[in-house]
C-alpha cells in the first residue's frame, strides 16, 4: 500500500514534519513547537527541518522571542522559525504523494483505542480529517463508558502527530448517546449527517 511505500522513501520523522507543514501553510514554527506537535524529540525534527530547508521545501519566517541557545559571549540567541515554501517546485506532486493516503490504517486506528481502552470504547465513528472532510463538526465520535479523558485526550494526541493536524473529537458515555439519539439531538444528527465511517461499534441495539 501507499503508505508502505512512504516508509521506504521517507524516514517516518521526516514524513510527519512535511505532512505538519503541508497541513499548516501558513503557520510558521520554531523546532520546539513542531516537535511539541509531533510528539518527537527536537533533535531529529531539527535535522529534518534542515535538511528540508536545503532543498528549498522549507523557508525561514523570522525568529521567535523564545531563546535556543546562548552564544559565546553569554548573550541569548532567538530560535528561528520556518514555514513551508508555497514557490517550491515539487510542492504539488509532494502534496498529492503525502496527503491523499491516509497516514493511519483503519486497522491501526483500531488497534491504537482498542489498546489503550479496551472494551470500553463502544462506538467509535471517524469523519472529517479521516475521511478527508474539512466541513465535518467532528473529526472522530468517540462513545464508552469508564474511559479516562486525559489519557483520551493522549490518545488523539498521537494522532494528531501522525496526520499533522488538529484531531477534534467529541465522547459520550452510552448513556449520554442513548440520550441524545432518543431527542434527535442535532449536534449528534449533524456529524451523522456528513460522510462518515463506523471504525468499531460494540453498542447493543443502537447503531451510527
Known amino acids: 500500500m501507499a503508505a508502505d511505500i512512504l516508509s521506504e522513501l521517507f524516514s517516518d520523522t521526516r514524513v510527519k514534519v512535511m505532512r505538519l507543514f503541508l497541513h499548516n501553510p501558513q503557520a510558521a514554527m520554531d523546532i520546539e513547537e513542531a516537535a ?3 510528539a518527537l524529540e527536537p ?22 522571542g523564545k531563546k535556543e541557545a546562548k552564544t559565546h559571549s553569554g548573550a541569548a540567541k532567538a530560535s528561528a522559525r520556518w514555514i513551508l515554501n508555497s514557490d517550491f ?4 506532486p509532494l502534496k498529492t504523494l503525502l496527503m491523499t493516503e ?15 481502552f479496551g472494551n470500553r470504547l463502544k462506538l467509535i ?4 480529517v479521516f475521511l478527508d472532510q474539512d466541513s465535518a463538526r ?3 465520535l468517540l462513545v464508552g463508558d469508564g474511559v479516562h479523558r486525559t489519557r483520551l485526550e493522549r490518545v488523539v494526541k498521537t494522532l494528531e ?5 488538529a484531531v477534534n473529537y467529541v465522547y459520550f458515555t452510552s448513556e449520554e448517546y442513548d440520550y441524545r439519539m432518543k431527542m434527535s439531538d442535532r449536534f449528534l444528527r449533524d456529524i451523522l449527517a456528513t460522510p462518515h465511517e ?5 453498542l447493543e441495539s443502537k447503531k451510527a
Request: proline content about 3%.
Open 36 to 38: 511539541e506537535r509531533l
Open 43 to 64: 533533535k531529529p525534527v531539527h535535522a529534518e527541518v534542515r535538511m528540508l530547508a536545503r532543498i528549498g521545501f522549507l523557508q525561514t519566517a523570522g525568529k521567535t
Open 89 to 92: 517546485e515539487l510542492l504539488r
Open 102 to 116: 491516509a497516514p493511519l490504517s483503519n486497522a491501526a486506528l483500531l488497534k491504537r483505542f482498542d489498546a489503550a
Open 125 to 128: 465513528v471517524l469523519a472529517g
Open 138 to 140: 467532528a473529526d472522530i
Open 161 to 165: 502527530a501522525d496526520f499533522g493536524r
Open 198 to 202: 463506523t471504525l468499531a461499534n460494540r
